[in-house]
């Protein structure tokens, strides 16, 4: 199946291509490594819970946004693969099934839903989650089942008990459930989340040490003022704050690439720089970010300038860092408090328990005896989110025990961690 998938997914069938080992192996990880990981996650918590989605039944209209948005997803990719292999373009089928497992169905959608299946209480939305998934899982198996048959017959057979996945009909796109506006907004959120993250990363700030807020340009509050909880989960932000004044955090510079703009444009290329200067530099960038290019009058009439003639430079004012991408602006307050850097160093603990938890081979509803030896700064830090560690690392009991070698760093604290498995 990964040696089929692979030489799919390089190029054309009718193409010589050269066979890399390094290459199978991406494929493996990439693809069937992603969907096992979400069919084992899935099989997981149905067994955990003893799900019988025969007896459920959540409508459309009941799921939730996100539900809504990864189903909208997957009718699109069914059409676009439909009309892939009607056409025999098997490479841009199988590329396109991959992207949507890999990036849309596991990067975004289980890791966005995980909470709801922990759910203690079967809620519909718990139902839901559970029917969505098992509806992808199913849709995909029948998607990939003309390029890799074993897997998908066996992904398939488990989930429906049905005889074979070759045996049943191809899918259809429903076409109803394809929402163009839905998807526009999440790939938005999307594109905000991979800015801030992006800010976190070159500003050297961890993922798990919150920050006080995030800036967004305030013309995106009606479309996105439902998924500030999802914005500010994602990139761990207390809040999301819609600015109309943005240029008072930014300054935005213009200048020509004359090694780029002095071929195309000629004697016109000082002309170029003096327009630019002149421009309103947020309008310009605004432009070329929606439409890849913007007008100028230079000689006397009308030039259309494409994106890689121009060099955008951004900055913003102390303890705030700038992220932009076609026309986005994300401003991120980097700026912590004390008390953030406490919730920061719990966080932290939480994340050296998971690891020890795995590497001792705990079962995922282990519950843990959990001590600590750290100094009295992080102590006073960790006793403030005493419940919020324990909830998070099914820890019984959270002591303070002196002698454990200081083997982690907490944000800088040296600590010792012990965890005994409980019952």
Known sequence: DVARWYLLYTSPAWSPTRFDEDG?????????????????????????????????????????????????????????????????????????????????????????????????????????????????????????????????DEIYTKLTGEESVHLAFFPKADESLIDDSLEEKMELVRT??????????????????????????????????????????????????????????LDYVLKPDFRKAGPVLGKKVNEFGKALAAADAKEMIAKLGTDGKILLRLGGEETEIPADLVDVHVSAKEGIAVGTERGVFVLLDTQLSPELLAEGLARELVSKVQQLRKQKDFDMMDHIELSVTCDEEAKEALEAYRDYIMKETLSDSFLYADGLPEEYSLNGHKAGISVRRLG
């Open 24 to 152: 199978v192996m991406e494929i493996q990880s990439k693809y069937f490594g992603t969907l096992r990981n979400v069919y084992n996650f899935f099989v997981l918590y149905s067994n955990t819970d003893d799900i019988d989605l025969s007896g459920m039944d959540v409508p459309y209209a009941h799921r939730s946004e996100l539900d809504r948005w990864v189903l909208s997803k997957y009718n699109r990719l069914v059409r676009d693969v439909t009309a892939d292999m009607d056409n025999y373009e098997h490479m841009k089928a199988v590329k396109k099934i991959t992207e949507f497992v890999s990036e849309d169905l596991s990067n975004w959608y289980i890791r966005r839903a995980r909470r709801r299946f922990y759910a203690e209480e079967m809620t519909e939305d718990k139902q839901a989650v559970f029917l969505t998934t098992y509806e992808l899982l199913k849709g995909v198996a029948l998607l990939s089942a003309p390029f890799a048959p074993f897997l998908s």
């Open 192 to 249: 905000v989340v991979t800015l801030g993250r992006g800010e976190r990363e070159k500003e050297k700030i961890k993922v798990r040490q919150p920050l006080r807020e995030i800036l967004l340009d305030s013309r995106y509050e009606a479309q996105l003022s439902d998924m500030k909880s999802l914005i500010m989960e994602e990139l761990n932000v207390k809040d999301v704050v819609f600015e109309k004044e943005m240029d008072t955090y």
